[in-house]
């Protein structure tokens, strides 16, 4: 077994779980997950050899998802748009978001901003490391969390206060 299977054995759980997050749709999360596996065998030596190569490829995994989301926006607006579905997963902090009506106000969310909510309470890295995966500085990911905080504040707020049931 060469050492690429080998990280692929032991992380592509990981990389979906965190592909499907950050995407919300599982199906989807897979092909990117694949297409970028693909890539990153091509040029496996050169990356095996970094200090973290899954944060490597969780930014190849992002920056597929946010050029895949381009492509779709435009299309979006010749024809309808694709409803994101929450991701199919038995794992128990979904089924917590999933109660909690968390989950669609993510996925309303923009990319960037759900990425760096992901990346730093389900992934739970730092804000320097989510900067490397996003390829933007640490300050960058804290104005990211704090729009989608507020954001999501903003939400709740309106639904707590009945002014969604209108």
Request: with cysteine; net charge positive.
């Amino acid at each position: 077994m060469t050492a690429f299977d080998e990280f692929v054995v032991a992380r592509l759980p990981a990389l979906l779980r965190c592909a499907t997050a950050i995407v919300g749709d599982p199906e989807l999360a897979k092909d990117i997950v694949q297409d970028v596996l693909v890539r990153a065998h091509r040029r496996w030596r050169r990356i095996e050899d970094m200090e973290q190569p899954e944060r490597y490829l969780q930014r190849m995994i992002l920056s597929d998802y946010l050029s895949w989301r381009r492509k779709v926006t435009r299309r979006a607006r010749l024809a309808a748009r694709f409803p994101a579905r929450p991701p199919v997963t038995e794992d128990h902090a979904h089924a917590y978001a999933e109660r909690s009506g968390l989950w669609p106000r993510l996925l309303a969310l923009p990319a960037r901003q759900r990425a760096v909510l992901v990346l730093g309470y389900y992934e739970d890295l730092p804000d320097i490391e989510i900067a490397e995966v996003l390829g933007c500085s640490p300050g960058s990911v804290r104005v990211y969390r704090a729009r989608a905080l507020a954001a999501l504040r903003l939400e709740l707020s309106t639904v707590g206060s009945g002014e969604e049931r209108k």
